[in-house]
């Protein structure tokens, strides 16, 4: 058997192909290159600058719509987009939000449910990371049930007319173009009727994003509110693929898959931390990894952060084979979310005081995971997405 490697204790590379391991390592290096060495003063400072720029060059790796085809989009397999959200939070899990919302939720719902001159408009220059795209779902009153929402899209003549506000939407300042989920009115003026997804050009009269501010969570990402206030838009501004709620559900699903694979970037990052400050910083005499109890810290978290990769490799898998079920999905994300925030801490643990600077990227990534717990569906929602699958009893309401 090969020698035993301790950053791939399971041999899970084996699992992978050349080009796997290529893409991996291209957009590591860019990772190291274009994030690593800034992103302690971005999160400081609660910005992300120069982020047209990071877009571009995204889109020049091919990482955003990755695993979509055609319109300029690179076409990978799902496990490839997988490794590439990986190596992007092991960066920060700002840089992977930006990512996965540009690919999987604004991307994909236009590749999935667009017209083809929707496509043909804004897909390229997407995957090119010309435009930057968000997703509006969650408003201020309505978040894990998203059936409520009260924005709503009115008829008048041949024109939609969308009134109504969304809030935390990643990417929302800087969006070319925003996905804005809304309910129509179809049933005639009540506004009960169908949930629909809409193109909203930046710049469109009636729309603006302003910034959120006083985040303590993803500082280096930008969230925003969308404001919609009688933004009349043309009749083909609607996705025509997409009736109902299934429709954005569909696309938190494949961006929800991407964070499986993110979350354990994010935990490797505060493992490796810890493993070499564990065997460089001496008390009583010794490196503090040669005391038992680091050992079983490091041990354990070693296990977690294994299992969870191999986890979404399998998932990965599924996915490439048109076999992965939302439940599955479900189980992955709770899972590995869950036990990133775990190692994170423990990561913490054994740096002492220095586990809460800046200086090293633990605090960084235990913050910001607990915006990703909560976002593409908090725990508790998976938690009864399974529960649900298991009992076959709905706990929802
Ligand atoms: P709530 O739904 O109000 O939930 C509050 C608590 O109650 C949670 O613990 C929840 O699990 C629990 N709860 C709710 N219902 C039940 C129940 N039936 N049983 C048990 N417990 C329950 N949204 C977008 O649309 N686009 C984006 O780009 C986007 N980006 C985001 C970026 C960041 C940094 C953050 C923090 C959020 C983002 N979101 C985005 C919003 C995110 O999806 C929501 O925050 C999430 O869906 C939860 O909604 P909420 O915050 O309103 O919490």
């Excluded at 899990?93 to 919302?101: A, E, W």
């Excluded at 236009?110 to 017209?115: K, N, P, Q, T, V």
């Excluded at 423990?346 to 913050?367: K, W």
């Amino acid at each position: 058997a090969p020698p035993f490697d301790p950053g791939d204790p399971l041999g899970l590379d084996d699992l992978l192909t050349p080009e796997d391991l290529a893409i991996r390592d291209t957009v590591r290096a860019w990772a190291a290159d274009r994030v690593l060495p800034y992103v302690a003063d971005w999160y400081e400072r609660g910005e992300l600058p120069g982020v047209r720029e990071l877009a571009r060059e995204l889109g020049g790796l091919g990482a955003l719509g990755m695993s979509l085809t055609g319109y300029g989009c690179a076409g990978a397999s799902a496990v490839q987009y997988g490794l590439a959200c990986l190596e992007l939070e092991a960066a920060d899990s700002g840089i992977r939000s930006l990512v996965s919302v540009q690919g999987s939720l604004a991307m994909y719902a236009i590749h999935r449910y667009g017209s083809e001159e929707q496509k043909e408009r804004w897909l390229p220059a997407m995957a090119a990371g010309e435009t930057i795209g968000c997703f509006g779902l969650t408003e201020p009153d309505h978040g894990s049930d998203p059936s409520g929402m009260c924005t709503r899209a009115r008829r008048d003549g041949g024109d939609w007319v969308l009134t109504g506000r969304k809030m935390w939407i990643t990417n929302g300042s800087v969006a070319g173009v925003a996905v804005v989920w809304a309910r129509t009115d179809d049933d005639g003026g009540e506004g009960g009727g169908d949930i629909r997804g809409f193109l909203v050009p930046a710049g469109t009269p009636g729309f603006s994003a302003p910034e959120i501010i006083h985040k303590w969570s993803l500082r280096a990402s930008v969230t925003s509110e969308l404001v919609l206030d009688e933004v009349r838009l043309p009749g083909d501004a609607v996705l025509p693929g997409a009736v109902g709620l299934r429709g954005p559900l569909s696309c938190l699903g494949h961006a929800r898959y991407g964070i499986v694979w993110g979350s354990m970037g994010a935990a490797r990052s505060c493992f490796e931390s810890a493993l070499q400050y564990a065997r460089t910083r001496e008390q009583f005499g010794r490196p503090i990894g040669g005391f038992q109890l680091t050992q079983a810290k490091l041990a354990d978290m070693a296990l977690e952060l294994h299992k969870g990769i191999l986890l979404a490799h399998h998932l990965g898998r599924r996915m490439d084979a048109g076999r992965l079920r939302a439940e599955q999905v479900s189980f992955g994300k709770l899972n590995n979310v869950r036990e990133a925030i775990e190692i994170c801490r423990t990561a913490r643990t054994v740096l002492g005081a220095n586990g809460i600077s800046l200086e090293y990227p633990v605090m960084r990534h235990a913050t910001n995971l607990e915006s990703v717990l909560t976002y593409e569906g908090t725990s508790e929602m998976h938690q009864l997405v399974l529960g649900k699958a298991l009992t076959g009893l709905d706990a929802f309401r």
